[in-house]
């Protein structure tokens, strides 16, 4: 097995994992009845990054890519819906999601239909879009870091899905290197150095039991 089929597979298994990683939390979320104080833009930030991912894979015509964003973006789907029904403020993430849902359509049918006529133009572009949906991936758990230093613990932030995407970056950023595309290895050094923060910030600020 050469490096490139070990590293291909290692960015299939991370990637399982990362998608994988809101099972906890919705099983949380069924026990208690409530999301608790856990915040949705995680599972919003994973669902917009793994829709993105999916089209720029099928207009670079990756398998690898489109094939496990496919996987990613039902499962994300499925999590926010699990939160959804579990959420006091459910109207208001309902608003923000139909708002989110209709620009991000808006904004990948235009880049396909663009790249009828400008297909490496509406690539780069969609590979630029995709970089800060990872990035911001890559950070989303830290949209509570204020609360994690005020109450001095980390129950707002999942370590689950924390660790999956320090693992899945860390991968994807090898396997970017191999393939020599920046678009792969910009997001994902990013996404190695917010995940070691978020991880120290659990070593520092253990994680105790969250009001419901």
Known sequence: MDLMTFISWGAVTTNLFL???GIPECMQFYQDKSTGVTSAFPFIAMLASSSFWLVYGVLLNNALIWQLNVIGSVMQLVYLLFFVYYAKTRRVIIRQLQLLALFGTATLVGIV???FSYKDEAIAVLGILSNVLTIIT???PLSTVSQVFEMKNTSTMS???CFACF?????????GFLLDD??????????????LFQLALFVAYPRKRSPK
């Open 19 to 21: 998608y994988a990683a």
């Open 113 to 115: 239909y663009a790249s």
């Open 138 to 140: 890559c950070g989303a």
């Open 159 to 161: 370590p689950t899905i």
């Open 167 to 175: 693992l899945s970056s860390v991968v994807w950023l090898v396997y």
């Open 182 to 195: 920046v678009f792969l290895q910009v997001p994902n050094g990013l996404g190695t150095i917010l995940g």
